[in-house]
């Protein structure tokens, strides 16, 4: 009898452990599914958002640029981190001295539509992402072909531009730029005496940095009739040549002529500065011979192909030349100097800023 109780308890434990056993096995089983469920499911919600995300990004740049929303103030500002408002706000004042926003950085920056392309429709032609996250549009702008890119984010289902770069603009490469669009009333005219049987003597040959892998170089002479023959006595140059290797391309005189530009870079005397605009064209500016107590004149010209074009002259003093500017004065050697805006030579342009352009004004 107590054997037989033994081993009816000894099956009733053994029973017990097994179905004990049985239902840990079984609960640890459905944990273990209902945890990979979970993983599952927040990886397909991840790749929902990243999608919708995606998607977003996608139409906020199309709908950004075909409808211009760029040169909105309120959108930027809506749309834009504190970080890329500042590179817009810096850029704006760079180039034209004021207060406000440089959407055109958005564009190519073409100031003409591409000939034969006047109605194109400006438009997205296509999007795509790349390894590091930047999205990359290539688009129409008056018929130029452009590509920018931009890092995004996207904040409680708005989005955001952080980081904005150019990667290829059909129209800065294509060099398209009028010289007819140059204003007269920016050119004083150069100063001739009447009598032109004046002997010119060369004083130096500099080559034109970065233009036409040294094909281009400038030659300045000494008006012997004026000056004299003695080099080392003359520092105002009379005539200017410009050369395609050997050939002249274009030669310009004034009686007032040009001098050394002093204190430049290196602080070393040279004759003149050139900044190239763009793949087709570069500036160089000239600095005027300054008499007594006068304000010399501050030359500009710009050089393409076989071509080179007065775009102004003015009477400025050189106060300083730094990052892509020149800046000016019309008082310089006084006890209180009369500081007055600067020479822009960035982006492709030439501009000024002044007293009589405190916003800024494209010249070339």
């Known amino acids: 009898m107590i054997a037989t109780m033994r081993r009816k308890n000894l099956l009733i434990a053994i029973s017990a452990l097994f179905f004990l056993t049985y239902s840990t096995s079984?609960?640890?089983?459905?944990?273990?599914?209902?945890?990979?469920?979970?993983?599952?499911?927040?990886?397909?919600?991840?790749?929902?958002?990243?999608?919708?995300?995606?998607?977003?990004?996608?139409?906020?740049?199309?709908?950004?640029?075909?409808?211009?929303?760029?040169?909105?103030?309120?959108?930027?500002?809506?749309?834009?981190?504190?970080?890329?408002?500042?590179?817009?706000?810096?850029?704006?004042e760079c180039e034209y001295g004021g207060d406000g926003y440089a959407g055109y950085l958005f564009r190519t920056g073409a100031q003409d539509d591409k000939p034969g392309a006047e109605d194109v429709k400006d438009k997205v032609l296509k999007i795509t992402k790349d390894s590091e996250g930047w999205y990359h549009y290539t688009f129409t702008d008056g018929g130029w072909r452009g590509e920018n890119k931009i890092k995004v984010c996207v904040?409680?289902?708005?989005?955001?531009?952080?980081?904005?770069?150019?990667?290829?603009?059909?129209?800065?490469?294509?060099?398209?730029?009028?010289?007819?669009?140059?204003?007269?009333?920016?050119?004083?005219?150069?100063?001739?005496?009447?009598?032109?049987?004046?002997?010119?003597?060369?004083?130096?040959?500099?080559?034109?940095?970065?233009?036409?892998?040294?094909?281009?170089?400038?030659?300045?002479?000494?008006?012997?009739?004026?000056?004299?023959?003695?080099?080392?006595?003359?520092y105002i140059y009379s005539k200017i040549e410009?050369?395609?290797?050997?050939?002249?391309?274009?030669?310009?005189?004034?009686?007032?002529?040009?001098?050394?530009?002093?204190?430049d870079e290196n602080s070393k005397a040279i004759m003149f500065k050139s900044f190239k605009l763009d793949s087709n064209h570069t500036a160089l500016v000239f600095r005027g011979g300054a008499y007594a107590a006068g304000t010399p004149n501050l030359t500009v010209f710009v050089l393409s192909g076989d071509e080179v074009k007065l775009i102004y002259n003015q009477?400025?003093?050189?106060?300083?030349?730094?990052?892509?500017?020149?800046?000016?004065?019309?008082?310089?050697?006084?006890?209180?100097?009369?500081?007055?805006g600067y020479l822009s030579f960035m982006n492709g342009h030439v501009s000024i800023v002044s007293d009589e352009y405190p916003a800024g004004k494209v010249i070339f």
């Open 155 to 234: 904040e409680n289902g708005e989005v955001k531009v952080d980081e904005l770069e150019r990667v290829n603009n059909e129209y800065a490469e294509a060099g398209n730029r009028e010289f007819e669009e140059i204003e007269s009333s920016m050119i004083d005219p150069l100063y001739f005496n009447e009598k032109r049987d004046h002997a010119y003597m060369i004083a130096d040959t500099k080559k034109i940095p970065d233009m036409g892998n040294d094909q281009y170089s400038v030659c300045w002479y000494v008006d012997t009739v004026e000056w004299g023959s003695d080099l080392k006595k003359s």
């Open 26 to 92: 079984c609960g640890n089983g459905k944990g273990a599914n209902d945890k990979s469920d979970t993983v599952e499911n927040i990886k397909n919600s991840n790749k929902d958002d990243a999608e919708r995300n995606d998607s977003l990004i996608r139409d906020f740049i199309t709908n950004m640029y075909e409808n211009e929303l760029y040169y909105n103030y309120d959108f930027l500002e809506a749309h834009c981190t504190a970080k890329m408002l500042k590179c817009l706000k810096d850029e704006f």
């Open 315 to 340: 009477e400025y003093f050189i106060e300083k030349i730094e990052d892509g500017k020149v800046f000016l004065a019309k008082e310089l050697y006084t006890e209180n100097p009369i500081k007055c």
């Open 242 to 263: 410009f050369k395609k290797g050997d050939a002249v391309i274009a030669s310009f005189c004034d009686d007032e002529g040009w001098s050394y530009i002093i204190g």
